[in-house]
């Protein structure tokens, strides 16, 4: 955090004089009023809980976004309390700020929206600082990085030291045209190694325009990448944000305390920001208001399923599908052809995914066992189940519990073929 101790201290009355003399480019706030001064830097004496945006923030589609950027607050399993942590939140392009503020601030939602977006499409995303309710005290700036994303110019690239790092209170428009497809991860890149652990995180994607025409015997559908070949194809995907937490600096930053970050020793670990049991829980499950997205995949048997998968923790992970081989057809947004254009794919239960780094795995539905039958969901039948781990044994806890938890989630594939077509990634039917 920016240090505090060595700040001249101003009155919300002097920082509207500032603004005012420092000319017109100096503007705060949207509609530059005390009101809605006090709504950015106003304290919040309620006592904290899991408290979320509201419902169907699960993925971003369109190429016009908004993200607001604060704080609020998670659950974990075996934890007591709710943790602090800040995060962007989707928004309507179009509401005004008055209604932005009152509706989203202290809002979180982790992890962060999964945005997604076409090949060659130009992208328009605003990033709105809202500040945070919990520590008014602090006016951290914040920034969106897409991280490994071919940028032409600094100037949108989310690098405040090369860039623009939103203060509280602005907007700032950034401008993208993506022509690779494949999996991303996005992130603050203000005090980034804070700002991340903190939960200002999520994947995005780009779709290949192969999907629009279709390939050789295959026709318009969806694939991962434009591979010519159609061996991309899948019939449903599911996003899996990967990241450990060390609740300590959460903690400390909501008690005023400093922490000394090369002390940091996660004691939980999480799939788009849950740990089991909770990543089996439905998206939008009304239990975990701040955590929306499910990392539970669902599917029919024989069906082909893209594992979008990207790791923003400071670990690296052994993410294993035991009984299930998948097919790593995709590093780092590229597809794995060689010069020559042979595929160099491969067939694994295990991937390593280390930080900063992405992976697209496809898998095959294997035929339901009727004499394995793990357990049944309403409306739906009987289900095979299939554990996607970490084979680190101690990222399969939460915070040194006993039972089964962390990293881990399930892979459902069900007698017949009950559910319908996917329409959005990470769609569950619980």
């Known amino acids: 955090m920016t240090n505090q101790n060595k700040r001249q201290k101003y009155s919300r009355r002097d920082f509207l004089r500032l603004a005012t003399f420092a000319g017109g480019g100096a503007v705060v706030l949207a509609a530059g009023t005390l009101a809605n001064l006090d709504r950015l830097l106003g304290t919040d004496n309620t006592e904290p809980t899991a408290s979320g945006a509201p419902a169907g923030s699960v993925v971003t589609q369109g190429n016009v976004i908004r993200l607001a950027a604060t704080d609020g607050f998670i659950s974990l399993p075996g934890r007591v309390d709710p943790l602090l942590v800040f995060g962007f939140i989707d928004v309507d392009p179009n509401m005004p700020i008055n209604d932005i503020i009152s509706t989203y601030k202290g809002k979180v939602q982790v992890s962060s929206p999964v945005i997604g977006v076409d090949e060659g499409d130009e992208v328009y995303l605003t990033l709105t600082n809202l ?21 032409p110019i600094a100037y949108f690239d989310g690098v405040p030291e090369a860039s623009i790092a939103v203060p509280l209170g602005r907007d700032f428009p950034y401008y993208y045209r993506p022509e690779h497809p494949g999996t991303y991860m996005y992130h603050c890149h203000f005090e980034d190694v804070e700002h ?126 035991t009984g299930i081989p998948m097919k790593v057809v995709g590093h780092d947004a590229t597809l794995l052809r060689s010069t020559s254009g042979a595929d160099i794919s491969y067939t694994t239960n295990s991937l390593l995914i280390g930080p900063g ?73 619980l």
């Open 131 to 151: 500040g945070l309710v919990t520590r008014p005290d602090l006016d951290d700036s914040h920034t969106v990085h897409w991280h490994g994303f071919r940028n």
């Open 196 to 321: 991340v652990q903190m939960g200002m995180n999520g994947i995005v994607y780009v779709r290949p325009s192969q999907n629009l025409t279709g390939t050789g015997s295959y026709g318009p559908g969806k694939f991962a990448y434009n591979d010519g070949d159609g061996s991309t194809r899948y019939d449903r995907e599911v996003t899996m944000m990967l990241n450990e937490i060390d609740t300590r600096p959460h903690d400390n930053l909501l008690n005023v305390q400093e922490f000394v970050w090369s002390d940091y020793k996660p004691n939980y670990w999480t799939i788009n920001g849950r740990s089991y049991p909770d990543t089996i829980k439905g998206s939008n499950d009304p239990s975990l208001p701040s955590q929306p997205i499910s990392s539970l995949v669902q599917c029919n048997p024989g069906e082909r399923v893209l594992l979008r998968l990207a790791n923003l923790g400071y670990e690296q992970h052994a993410m294993q599908l």
């Open 357 to 429: 780094e992405a992976r697209d795995a496809i898998f095959v539905a294997p035929a339901y066992d009727s004499s394995a039958v793990a357990g049944n969901d309403a409306g739906l039948g009987n289900y095979n189940r299939y554990y996607f781990k970490n084979r680190n044994y101690f990222s399969q806890t939460n915070d040194g519990l006993p039972g089964l938890g962390g990293m881990v989630t399930e892979v459902r594939v069900y007698e017949g073929s009950p559910l319908p077509p996917q329409s959005i990634p990470n769609e569950t039917y």
